[in-house]
């Protein structure tokens, strides 16, 4: 069954710091996101991707914040200068009609 | 007023007994709805999409009532797999992205 891949499963980065969290959408899917669990709260949607362009972003994405899909299989989140506060489960999900299907996860910390 | 409310719980549900969850969506005009289930530490993963109709899936009922702008979910004869978060999850305006609830919590015991 085609899934949703995520990488790397936990990455661990000093405040500061740039990190990219990257996903490979299922193939045929034309619809990508991002979202980010804190611990023990709800799952936030961050940004939508379509058609090569951001077709939808949330207040939490800020200027910190980019989406690249630089070829045609990647997903790409980047964080330019991570806080503490950004220490969270993100996921990556692909739709191709209405069901969205979620990768497992990278868990970030920020220390 | 939030854009989607649940009752966070927990449930706490003996095997076989029926539980049912309910959730609340702000904006009028959204069109798709959905429960999703969470296993702790684990990513969401679609249960069903409800229609306005009503849909039936093996124990698990799904709801939507349009007017009172309120979706639910039913699980009968509960089993300790069932045992996860559920997610009532409902499509943005734009049609693009996915607005989640905070979550329902079910815990069935022995």
């Known amino acids: 069954e085609p899934e949703v891949t995520q990488t790397p499963s936990h990455q661990v980065t000093q405040m500061g710091q740039e990190v990219i969290l990257r996903c490979v959408p299922i193939?045929?899917?034309?619809?990508f996101y991002w979202y980010r669990q804190i611990l023990g709260q709800k799952v936030e949607f961050l940004v939508s991707?379509?058609?090569?362009?951001?077709?939808?972003k949330s207040e939490i994405f800020d200027d910190q914040f980019s989406v690249e899909r630089p070829d045609g299989s990647n997903f790409t989140l980047k964080i330019r200068s991570t806080k503490l506060e950004d220490s969270a489960m993100y996921f990556c999900?692909?739709?191709?009609?209405?069901?969205?299907?979620f990768g497992q996860g990278t868990r970030l910390t920020v220390v | 007023r939030k854009e989607v409310e649940q009752d966070p719980g927990p449930f706490n549900v003996p095997e076989g007994a029926t539980v049912a969850f309910n959730c609340t969506y702000s904006?009028?005009?959204?069109?798709?709805f959905f429960w999703y289930r969470q296993d702790c530490r684990k990513e969401p993963k679609l249960l069903m999409s409800?229609?306005?109709s009503g849909n039936e899936d093996g124990r698990f009922t799904a709801q939507l009532n349009r007017a009172s702008q309120y979706i639910s979910l039913l699980i009968r004869d509960s089993k300790l797999s069932d045992s996860a978060t559920y997610l009532c999850?409902?499509?943005?305006?734009?049609?693009?992205?996915?607005?989640f609830g905070k979550g329902t919590s079910l815990l069935v015991t022995p």
């Open positions: 999900a692909s739709r191709e009609n209405t069901e969205a299907f």
């Open positions: 409800v229609y306005s």
């Open positions: 904006n009028s005009a959204s069109q798709s």
């Open positions: 193939s045929n899917h034309l619809y």
């Open positions: 991707f379509y058609n090569n362009e951001i077709s939808e």
């Open positions: 999850v409902v499509f943005t305006i734009s049609g693009y992205a996915l607005n």
